[in-house]
Antibody
């Protein structure tokens, strides 16, 4: 069974760093792109970026380039999303999702989400 | 970047109604259009991919159509479990998979 299991909720202060994770199982982790999606409270879905764990090829939405870092450790089938200095506006639910290998490139499995709260 | 615009933003309907949600792309995306359903507190779930293909396990009352810039998601007979928020997403401009702003479907 394909699963993406994300790390637990986080409460942080502005300026702190954070790394959240997404562990894949039940499939070949290195063969599928993993994307990250932000959902701010009461708002819609925003595409952040995507990584191919096989070679760590990473692409970012222009809106998130330079704001976050996406990485992966294929030895433990885990993708990451990290911030070096959090802002209150980073408060949101973050989802990881697996992209199918071929056209039309939709996202077939999703993690359960990680809630990040940034507050002083 | 390709902008995706959904209409309406919200919709009230009754069980048994036929409902249509529209998604428009800012440029042609061929059939690279996918629809997701999200219920409160849950991750999105794919319903339709490639504009009109039904994801395995999704009820046949859901259907999609369109190509180019204009797309629709139709629910033929609303069921209580269909009240949720629906998002379109383009996968033409990889890897910038932009979403529409969402359509919240509420019970009338």
């Amino acid at each position: 069974e394909v699963q993406l299991v994300q790390s637990g909720a986080e409460v942080k202060k502005p300026g702190e760093s954070l790394k959240i994770s997404c562990k894949g199982s039940g499939y070949s982790f290195t063969s599928y792109w993993i994307g990250w999606v932000r959902q701010m409270p009461g708002k819609g879905l925003e595409w952040m970026g995507i990584i191919y764990p096989g070679d760590s090829d990473t692409r970012y939405s222009p809106s998130f380039q330079g704001q976050v870092t996406i990485s992966a450790d294929k030895s433990i089938s885990t993708a990451y999303l990290q911030w070096s200095s959090l802002k209150a506006s980073d408060t949101a639910m973050y989802y990881c999702a697996r992209r199918i290998q071929v056209w039309p490139y939709y996202f077939d499995y999703w993690g359960q989400g990680t809630l990040v709260t940034v507050s002083s | 970047d390709i902008q995706m615009t959904q209409s309406p933003s919200s919709l009230s309907a009754s069980v048994g109604d036929r409902v249509t949600i529209t998604c428009r792309a800012s440029q042609s995306i061929s059939s690279y259009l996918n629809w997701y359903q999200q219920k409160p507190g849950k991750a999105p779930k794919v319903l339709i991919y490639a504009a009109s293909s039904l994801q395995s396990g999704v009820p046949s009352r859901f259907s999609g159509s369109g190509s180019g810039t204009d797309f629709t998601l139709t629910i033929s007979s609303l069921q209580p479990e269909d009240f949720a928020t629906y998002y379109c997403q383009q996968s033409y401009s990889t890897p910038r998979y932009s979403f529409g702003q969402g359509t919240k479907l509420e019970i009338k």
